[in-house]
């Protein structure tokens, strides 16, 4: 196990009817702007419920953050914020809307350009000028609940950033808000999950036998729970378990002292960028042809993932490997997610693109052992097609 440092600040107020509970957990004097997205929040209540909690305070509100955050967006509800001397940023929405505003807790009173945040890094903020956020989560996916990174669209592409006071300082997770999401976005938050777990686990043997059975158990939990929860939104114990594993699966516990791989995000991210397919759409595309083209590198890995997760028991190395790769695919298609790329309406030589946003983003050493290049993604993208 390699060495490493843990430490997750987040509150997490899980259950029914949680929501009033935020007067407690924000200042009685704080300004607070309300963050959302395109307006699923207002038709469903869960906008009023967070007013309601909010009480006497000052309370200002930014609609129209959109799925895939723009930085253009999100400046103005920075502009907002400082105009309206805001201390405290409550998000209220999916991914977007989380990522959305901890982009805005460090771009607000950030002294430079905050655009070069996205490609520099976090490092030149002051981080007594960040401000504090909590979120109202409306979407199991992403994680964004409860870790510290954000991932903003611009002109030039789509940017990860990160900072540790981007961690939400609490994050209401009621599994009953989420009962609204339309089917599709359900099942792109069971693949999400998946994949997140896939990237801190499938990649080579370091000997953390918690951090792989966690990721065994939150595997075999979203092959479980992910079909109900799709087929049947109103059951609360199905939908309970897709929230809290979707949390799991990236705040940080998995992936302590073990590789990461991340290479499906990275192309995935150029592949939103490029096309708009849905996050994990992009996800479900990439990682079974990625996993088909690194199977020598993940050869340990990818066994047993097949035994421990799939039960695959039979057969010799390879037709193991090809066998869990074949169940990933069948698993995410079973939920109405598609995999290949030509599904998206992408054309075989729209590839081109995608290669050379990666090199435009220096996304050329991708991987835990860094050993996908250009050429690598492009084999991958090409057995994806
Ligand atoms: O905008 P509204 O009207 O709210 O509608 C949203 C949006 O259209 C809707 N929605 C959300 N909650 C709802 C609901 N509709 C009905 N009922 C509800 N309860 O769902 C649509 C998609 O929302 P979005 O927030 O875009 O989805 P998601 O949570 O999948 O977030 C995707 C974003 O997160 C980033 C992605 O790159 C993408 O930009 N990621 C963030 C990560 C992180 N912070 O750690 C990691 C991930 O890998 C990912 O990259
Ligand atoms: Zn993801």
Same mark, same amino acid.
């Given at each position: 196990?390699?060495?490493? +440092?843990? #430490? ?9 009817? #949680? ?10 004097? %704080? #300004? ?46 920075? @502009?907002? /914020? ?13 991914? $977007?809307?989380?990522? =959305?505003?901890?982009?805005? &807790? ?5 002294? !430079? ?21 909590? *979120?109202?989560? *409306?979407?199991?996916?992403? =994680?964004?609940?409860?870790? @510290? ?43 999400? %999950? ?11 043997? /370091? ?7 966690? &990721? ?59 096309? =708009? ?6 996800? &479900?595309?990439?990682?079974? $042809? ?31 490997? +090809?066998? @869990?790769?074949?169940?990933? #695919?069948?698993?995410?298609? $079973? ?9 998206? +309406?992408? /054309? ?11 090199? /435009? ?5 991708? !991987? ?8 690598? $993604? ?8």
């Amino acid at each position: 196990m390699f060495n490493f +440092d843990y #430490r997750n600040p987040t509150h997490i107020v899980f259950g029914k009817e #949680r929501i009033a509970e935020i007067d407690k957990l924000i200042p009685p004097q %704080a #300004r607070v702007l309300v963050l959302y997205g395109g307006g699923s929040v207002k038709k469903f209540g869960t906008f009023e419920a967070v007013k309601q909690a909010l009480g006497t305070r000052q309370q200002f509100e930014f609609g129209g953050i959109e799925a895939n955050p723009r930085y253009e967006t999100l400046m103005r509800a920075a @502009a907002l /914020a400082k105009a309206e001397n805001i201390d405290f940023l409550l998000a209220v929405g999916g991914g $977007s809307v989380m990522d =959305g505003t901890k982009f805005v &807790a460090l771009a607000t009173h950030f002294a !430079g350009d905050a655009a070069t945040l996205l490609w520099n890094g976090t490092a030149a903020v002051d981080s007594s000028k960040i401000l504090p956020l909590a *979120t109202v989560a *409306t979407l199991p996916a992403t =994680g964004s609940e409860m870790n @510290a990174f954000a991932v903003v669209s611009h002109p030039k592409g789509k940017f990860g950033i990160t900072h540790a006071q981007c961690y939400p300082q609490f994050s209401v997770l009621d599994p009953s808000l989420t009962f609204t999401l339309p089917k599709i976005q359900v099942a792109n938050g069971v693949v999400d %999950a998946f994949v997140h777990v896939c990237e801190q686990y499938v990649t080579y043997a /370091a000997e953390a036998k918690v951090q792989d059975r966690f &990721a065994e158990g939150l595997l075999q939990t979203l092959i479980e729970v992910g079909p109900i929860t799709v087929a049947q939104p109103q059951d609360y114990d199905a939908r309970a378990n897709l929230v809290w594993a979707a949390t799991n699966a990236l705040n940080g516990l998995i992936g302590t002292g073990v590789p990461q791989d991340w290479a499906t995000h990275m192309i995935g991210h150029e592949l939103t960028a490029r096309f =708009g397919i849905d996050h994990a759409q992009t996800l &479900a595309i990439v990682m079974p $042809s990625l996993w088909q083209v690194s199977r020598e590198q993940k050869h340990g890995k990818l066994l047993q993932y097949a035994e421990r997760v799939w039960n695959i028991t039979t057969g010799n190395d390879a037709e193991r490997i +090809d066998a @869990a790769i074949a169940k990933t #695919r069948e698993f995410f298609e $079973s939920l109405g997610i598609k995999t290949r790329l030509r599904d998206y +309406d992408v /054309a075989k030589a729209d590839i081109d693109d995608i290669i050379s946003a990666l090199e /435009a983003h220096r996304m050329v050493k991708l !991987g835990e052992h860094q050993a996908i290049t250009p050429a690598v $993604s492009r084999q991958i993208l090409e057995q994806a097609w």
